[in-house]
C-alpha cells in the first residue's frame, strides 16, 4: 500500500528521520520530498556540518547507526584521536566516514555549488530514495538564549548537553533567508496530498524552518492539509530536551501547548493514545517509533488523517 | 656521542626524514632544526596539505609507516572510502588520522596563524624533537613543465606517477616568499657548526628551498660550511624520479652533475663509497640508509665532514 499524490515532511534531526524512513515504504517512489532544518548548522573545524541533514540520508538510506539514531553504523575514529594528540577540540565527535560529508560539502560550498544541489547529490549517491531538501540555502543559525549567555546551537545541544535553562531561542539571519528552491516546488506541487510536520522539537527544529520569510505562506498556500505528527505522546518527550525547553519557557508540558505552538500553521494533528483530545481536526495511535513497522504505522496514520 | 653545536638541515621528504632521523640521534638535544621544502604543499579537498613537513615529523615521532616510508603507521581509510561513496576525488589518499593535521593546519591558517607557528606545535605536540621549520610562510608552488603540460607537484608525482617528461621546473610565488623567522634564527646562530643538504630530489625537493629569495644568502652567512649528502649512490637514484628527471633535463646522471648543481651553494659533498671522487672538498661513507643505525652512520660522516 503506496500512497498516489506527493508528500512533504518538515523535519529535524532524529525523531523526523524515523518518520521520514517510515513514509518513504507508503509514499510512492520518487513521491516523498523532506524538508531539512538547517538551523543547527555550523563550521566545526573549518567545515561545514549540517547535522539534520546528514541524519535524514544516514537514516534513509540504511546506513546510521542504529543504537545512536545518528552518525553512522560502524564508525571509526581514528580522525578524532589524532586531532586531540595535536592538540584540536574535540568536544564535537566527527566519525572518519561521516567527515567524507563535511569535507565534501565543505569543498564544493566553497566552489560555489548551493547546499540544495550538495545535499540532493549526497542524497542520490547513498541511496536515500527521498528528496532530501534544505530548508533554504540561505545561512540561518539557531542561537539558544540562555541563563549562560546566548549559545550557538551546537555549543548548547552538544558541548553544554542542553543544560543551560532556556530563555529564548532566535533564528540569526533568518530574515534574509529564502526557501530553496526545491522547498517552493515541493510545496507547489498540484498532486501534493499532505504535508507533515515531524516529531521532532517544535522550537528548535521546526521553528528555524518556519522562520525563513514566505515559508509559512507556502504551507497555507499548499493544495494539501498540514498535519502535525505531536511530539509528546502522554505529555512526555521521547528524547532530546523539549519537555526541559517548554518548562523553561513557562510553557504547560501539555499536548495543549504543542496545539497552540502551531495555530495558524497546522490544520490536523496526530495525537498519541495517551493524550486527551484536542479542538482542532485529530486522530490518534500509538506515536511511540522503535521499529521500522512502528515508523510504517505511525507515517500511515498521519497520511490517513491527511486525507480525510 | 652527540655534537655540542647547532646543526642546520634542508629537506625534502622520504629520503631527506631518514638523515634528519640519523641526526636527531646524534646533535644534542634542541640544537638541531629542519628547513623543509613547502613546494609541494597543495590544497586538497580544500584543505592545507603539507607532505614533508608531514612526512618529517611522523619519522621523528615515530608514527611513520615504515613500509612507506611516509604517512602513518596503522592508518584506516575509512574517509577514503566513505569520500569515493559520494563522488570525492580518491586519487590522493589521506588517511584518517593523517587527516586530523590537514583539517587543524587549514583551520588555523584561516584564523590567521603562521605555517610555521603551526608546524612547530605539532612536531612538539607528536614529540619530533627536533625544530621543524617550513622554508617560508609564503606560498611557493613547484610546477612541473612537461610533455603533457605545466602541472602541479602532487598532480605530476602522485597522480600521474612521474611519467610525464620533465623539460622545466618552476617554483610559482617564489619572487614574493621570504625565508620563514625559524630558517633565518637557525642560519644566523653563532654556534652553528655545520648546514646539511639532504640526499633530496635536489630539483623538486631542495631547489624550492633554494628559490626563496634570501635563503642562498643566509646559507652563504652562515658561520658553518654546508655539505651535501648526494643523491645518487653509485650513479643511481636511491627512490623517486632523481635520474629520470636528470635524464630528462639532459644531464649526465653521475655525481659531476649533482656537484654541478649545488656549484655556490655547497662548500662540500658527502659521497657514497661507490662513487668516482669530485673536484670539490668531499667524504664517502656508504650512503644507503635502511635501518636507523644506517641513518645514524651517514648523520655521523656528514658533521665529522663539516667539522673537518
Redesign the interface.
Known amino acids: 500500500m503506496t500512497s498516489g499524490g506527493s508528500v512533504v515532511v518538515l523535519t529535524g534531526g532524529v525523531g523526523g528521520a524515523k518518520l521520514a524512513l517510515g513514509l518513504s515504504h507508503v509514499v510512492a517512489p520518487g513521491r516523498l520530498s523532506a524538508i531539512v532544518n538547517t538551523g543547527d548548522d555550523s563550521r566545526h573545524?573549518?567545515?561545514h556540518v549540517s547535522p539534520d541533514i546528514d541524519t535524514l540520508i544516514y537514516t534513509l538510506s540504511g546506513l546510521v547507526d542504529p543504537g545512536r539514531g545518528w552518525g553512522?553504523a560502524n564508525?571509526?575514529w581514528?580522525?578524532?584521536?589524532?586531532?586531540r594528540?595535536?592538540?584540536?577540540e574535540d568536544w564535537f565527535n566527527l566519525?572518519?566516514?561521516?567527515?567524507?560529508?563535511h569535507?565534501?560539502r565543505?569543498?564544493r560550498l566553497?566552489a560555489g555549488e548551493s547546499l540544495s544541489h550538495i545535499t540532493a547529490?549526497?542524497a542520490a549517491?547513498?541511496g536515500a530514495g527521498v528528496r532530501v531538501v534544505p530548508m533554504s540555502d540561505d545561512p540561518v543559525a539557531t542561537r539558544v538564549i540562555t541563563d549562560a549567555g546566548d549559545l550557538a546551537f551546537q555549543d548548547y545541544f552538544v558541548r553544554r548537553r542542553c543544560a543551560p535553562r532556556v530563555r529564548a531561542v532566535r533564528f540569526a539571519g533568518a530574515e534574509d533567508a529564502r526557501p530553496a528552491p526545491g522547498v517552493v516546488q515541493a510545496l507547489a506541487d498540484p498532486d501534493l496530498e499532505a504535508v507533515l510536520i515531524a516529531p521532532s522539537n517544535p522550537w528548535l527544529s521546526i521553528d528555524p524552518i518556519l522562520s525563513v520569510p514566505g515559508l509559512a505562506g507556502l504551507l497555507r498556500d499548499a493544495r494539501a492539509p498540514v498535519v502535525v505528527v505531536t511530539p509528546l505522546p502522554g505529555g512526555r518527550a521521547v528524547k532530546g530536551p523539549t519537555a526541559k525547553i517548554m518548562g523553561e519557557l513557562g510553557l504547560t508540558l501539555s499536548i495543549a501547548s504543542i496545539e497552540d505552538h502551531y495555530r495558524g500553521v497546522a490544520d490536523a494533528f496526530l495525537l498519541d493514545d495517551a493524550d486527551p483530545p484536542v479542538a482542532s481536526p485529530h486522530a490518534r495511535c500509538d506515536t511511540l517509533m522503535i521499529t521500522l513497522d512502528d515508523r510504517i504505522r505511525v507515517a500511515r496514520a498521519a497520511l490517513d488523517l491527511a486525507r480525510r
Open positions: 573545524l573549518g567545515l553512522r564508525e571509526t581514528g580522525f578524532m584521536e589524532a586531532l594528540a595535536i592538540g584540536g566519525g572518519d566516514h561521516d567527515l567524507a560529508l569535507v565534501e565543505s569543498r566553497a547529490d549526497f549517491r547513498l
